[in-house]
């Protein structure tokens, strides 16, 4: 896992996450002052209906508007603050700013369900459940209106305790979603107990599967796998129209990616909503596969 993060480019933090002493504790320092000095933020990106071309809903990705840094994505600070425990504080902010919006979008007449990423530690935390009802409670927001992305990894980090939390959340009216579907190592035997709503197609396969068969062959059984098991499917990392009509006719149900939008700032989803409309699909790609 260290590895996989290691790969993941430029780390500002990689020196921080290595040594652990010095570097750190102020990095932590820095995170908790982050909270307080309202520097995090979030992104939303729209998650739209293949088929009605309707926006659904949003996934919430958080961003850490660093003073001096400039805007630091979340695998710089995420994977820390997963091995120090933060990610609690983390969590509860992104679920307490999620229910504000959701609250402020009902107050405008708009129902807006939006989605938000947990981590390994939130979902193997004792009290998960009451903390997200009361950070609900607290602005009247159904937890009907949030899913939550879970990754294949997090479950299978404790299975059986996974289940227990996915089902209580599950029964309190939460949607439950896979994240990076196809990346992980769950097993069909666990997919087929959870309590899950979604699976979401890693970017991975859906970046290459315009050129690559075994890719959009991938893609194709998964979206054949979430719909014989009741599941919503949903492409993240849809780049081209090419992506966008493929996934169309292998009858996938929602896209997500930079061909409909990159995340943006929070205040300016509204104005993308009144003027979203599908762009233009140009050129009809191949799609044997789909047959
Ligand atoms: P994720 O949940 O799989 O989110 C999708 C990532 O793909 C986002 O990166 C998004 O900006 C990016 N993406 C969306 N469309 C496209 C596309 O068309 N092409 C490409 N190449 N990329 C696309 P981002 O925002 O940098 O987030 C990275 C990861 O950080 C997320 O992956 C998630 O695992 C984690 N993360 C983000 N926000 C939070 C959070 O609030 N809490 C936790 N625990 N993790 C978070
Ligand atoms: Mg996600
Ligand atoms: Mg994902
Ligand atoms: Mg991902």
């Not at 909270?35 to 309707?54: A, V, W």
């Not at 990610?87 to 509860?92: A, G, K, N, P, V």
């Not at 939130?122 to 009290?127: A, E, H, R």
Request: a negative charge; aromatic letters at 6%; hydrophobic letters at 45%.
């Amino acid at each position: 896992y260290a590895a996989k993060q290691r790969q993941s480019g430029s780390m500002v933090y990689d020196a921080a996450l290595d040594k652990g002493s010095q570097q750190s504790l102020s990095l932590l320092s820095e995170l908790r002052r982050a909270i307080e000095n309202q520097e995090l933020c979030l992104y939303l990106q729209p998650k739209i209906d293949i088929r009605t071309h309707e926006a659904v809903s949003a996934e919430a990705l958080v961003r850490w508007l660093h003073p001096v840094r400039g805007l630091v994505p979340p695998m710089q600070f995420i994977p820390f603050a997963e091995q120090t425990g933060f990610i609690s504080e983390l969590t509860r902010w992104v679920i307490a700013e999620a229910a504000r919006a959701i609250r402020q979008a009902a107050d405008a007449g708009i129902a807006l369900r939006l989605s938000v990423n947990l981590s390994t530690r939130d979902l193997l935390g004792p009290d998960l459940p009451s903390r997200m009802a009361g950070l609900l409670a607290e602005q009247r927001v159904q937890p009907s209106s949030l899913c939550l992305e879970i990754t294949e990894s997090a479950i299978m980090d404790d299975p059986q305790r996974a289940l227990a939390t996915l089902e209580q959340l599950s029964s309190m009216g939460f949607k439950l979603s896979i994240d990076d579907f196809g990346t992980g190592y769950s097993s069909l035997a666990y997919l087929k107990r959870l309590p899950v709503d979604e699976l979401k197609i890693d970017k991975s396969f859906v970046l290459a599967m315009e050129h690559d068969l075994d890719d959009a062959k991938i893609v194709r059984s998964t979206i054949e796998l979430a719909h014989n098991l009741g599941l919503t499917v949903v492409a993240e990392g849809v780049e081209t129209s090419k992506a966008w009509q493929l996934l169309a006719a292998l009858g996938c149900d929602e896209g997500q990616g930079y061909f409909i939008s990159r995340p943006m700032p929070q205040g300016e989803f509204r104005d993308w909503l009144d003027r979203w409309a599908l762009p233009e699909l140009g050129e009809a790609p191949n799609t044997a596969l789909a047959g």
